[in-house]
C-alpha cells in the first residue's frame, strides 16, 4: 500500500511540474476540484478534452449570429475552464459573458476569437500532459 502511495505521490509532483509549461494553466486548483484524486483528474481533463471543441464552435456561431444564448454558453465554458485549472481561460470566459450580458456586441466579437485560440491551444497542451503521464505509468 505504501508503495502505491508513493507512486501517487511521484506521479502528482511530475504531473505538477509538467503542467507549468502550459500557460494560464494551475492543476492545483483543477486537482483540487476533485480531492487531489489523480484518476478523477484524468477523467475531468479527458472529457474537457473530447467535449469543449464542439462547444467552441457553437460559442464561434453564437458569436457571430449575436445569439442571445452565447451568454449561456459562455458561462459553461467559464465553468468548465475554472473546473479544470484553466484559469486564464476562466477569466476571459467571464469577462466575455458580462460584456454579452451587457449588449457590448463589439466587445465579444472583438475578443471570442481569443478565447477560442486560447482553450485550443489549451486542449493540446492538455493532451500532450496526459500522454505523458501515461505513457510513463
Known amino acids: 500500500m505504501e ?3 508513493q507512486n501517487t505521490n511521484t506521479t502528482r509532483d511530475n504531473l505538477i511540474k509538467a503542467s507549468t509549461k502550459i500557460p494560464g494553466y494551475d492543476i492545483r486548483k483543477g486537482l483540487a476540484e476533485v480531492d487531489d484524486n489523480l484518476d478523477s483528474w484524468r477523467e475531468v481533463t479527458r472529457i474537457f478534452i473530447d467535449t469543449t471543441p464542439g462547444i467552441l464552435k457553437t460559442l ?3 458569436c457571430e449570429e449575436n445569439d442571445p444564448q452565447y451568454p449561456v454558453t459562455v458561462h459553461g465554458i467559464k465553468g468548465v475552464c475554472y473546473a479544470v485549472g484553466a484559469v ?3 477569466d476571459k470566459a467571464r469577462e466575455l459573458e ?4 451587457e449588449g457590448d456586441t463589439a466587445f465579444v466579437r472583438a475578443h471570442t ?5 486560447t482553450i485550443e491551444e489549451l486542449i493540446v497542451n492538455l493532451t500532450e500532459l496526459l500522454e505523458g503521464i ?3 505509468s
Open 98 to 101: 458580462l460584456h454579452s450580458k
Open 88 to 90: 486564464s481561460a476562466g
Open 60 to 62: 464561434k456561431v453564437q
Open 134 to 136: 501515461e505513457a510513463r
Open 113 to 117: 476569437g481569443n478565447l477560442v485560440s
Open 3 to 5: 508503495d502505491k502511495a
